[in-house]
């Protein structure tokens, strides 16, 4: 970490992904430890009516436990959250999730901007949020947002992308914090500790 960055600032680690992202979250949570100090709150667009099997293949890489939040559950350090099939995850609190089945937005139910607009707005300036490989523009306004309430914003460099829509659509439309590989992303998450 250099120039002004304080990693004790941040008090949540929210990440988005669609298409081409769930091998990179696996990557990433291979590498998380255990003991991790943020909780890992998960957006990833996701089939609505298929509830089984993704929480548990994260689970098999992850070292800390993986859960799909209920609503009014309390949000814990060392601890991956998932939005659930067919819900919005929303940080309700900076402690307390809450669920919502409204509308679609881009196209998708769970929503990155849902998700990444409530921690900013949760949160203010004491989110960290990450934007993975995708083929729609679901995750730019909330990353505006985030940036907006001062938090801080990687995007992964979409020239590394499977589906660099997502992560393009980001970086047009806020000035973001890092341009990040996924190695790149891993090594700092990992500093984050």
Same mark, same amino acid.
């Given at each position: 970490m250099s120039g002004s960055f304080n990693k004790e600032q941040y008090h949540v680690l929210v990440i988005g992904g669609s298409a081409g992202s769930f091998p990179s979250v696996s990557r990433i949570l291979e590498h998380l430890p255990n003991d991790y100090r943020l909780?890992?709150?998960?957006?990833?667009?996701?089939?609505?009516?298929?509830?089984e099997g993704f929480k548990e293949a994260l689970e098999i890489k992850s070292k800390m436990p993986v859960c799909e939040p209920n609503d &009014?559950?309390?949000? @814990?350090?060392?601890?991956?959250?998932?939005a659930p099939?067919?819900?919005? =995850?929303?940080?309700?609190?900076? *402690?307390?999730?809450?669920?919502?089945?409204?509308?679609?937005?881009?196209?998708?139910?769970?929503?990155?901007?849902?998700?990444?607009?409530?921690?900013?707005?949760?949160? &203010?300036?004491?989110? @960290?949020?990450?934007?993975?490989?995708?083929?729609?523009?679901?995750?730019? =306004?909330?990353?505006?947002?985030? *940036?907006?309430?001062?938090?801080?914003?990687?995007?992964?460099?979409?020239?590394?992308?499977?589906?660099?829509?997502?992560?393009?659509?980001a970086l047009d439309l806020t000035p973001v914090d890092r341009i990040l590989d996924l190695d790149r992303i891993i090594e700092f998450l990992i500093d984050l500790h």
């Amino acid at each position: 970490m250099s120039g002004s960055f304080n990693k004790e600032q941040y008090h949540v680690l929210v990440i988005g992904g669609s298409a081409g992202s769930f091998p990179s979250v696996s990557r990433i949570l291979e590498h998380l430890p255990n003991d991790y100090r943020l909780p890992v709150v998960m957006c990833l667009h996701r089939l609505r009516d298929k509830r089984e099997g993704f929480k548990e293949a994260l689970e098999i890489k992850s070292k800390m436990p993986v859960c799909e939040p209920n609503d &009014k559950d309390l949000i @814990l350090p060392a601890h991956v959250y998932i939005a659930p099939a067919n819900y919005h =995850l929303l940080i309700e609190t900076p *402690h307390f999730f809450a669920l919502a089945t409204t509308e679609l937005v881009q196209y998708s139910r769970p929503s990155i901007d849902v998700l990444f607009e409530s921690a900013a707005d949760a949160l &203010k300036s004491n989110v @960290l949020a990450v934007l993975l490989s995708g083929a729609n523009r679901d995750g730019a =306004l909330g990353m505006k947002r985030i *940036h907006v309430k001062g938090g801080y914003t990687v995007v992964q460099d979409p020239a590394t992308c499977s589906m660099n829509t997502m992560p393009q659509a980001a970086l047009d439309l806020t000035p973001v914090d890092r341009i990040l590989d996924l190695d790149r992303i891993i090594e700092f998450l990992i500093d984050l500790h």
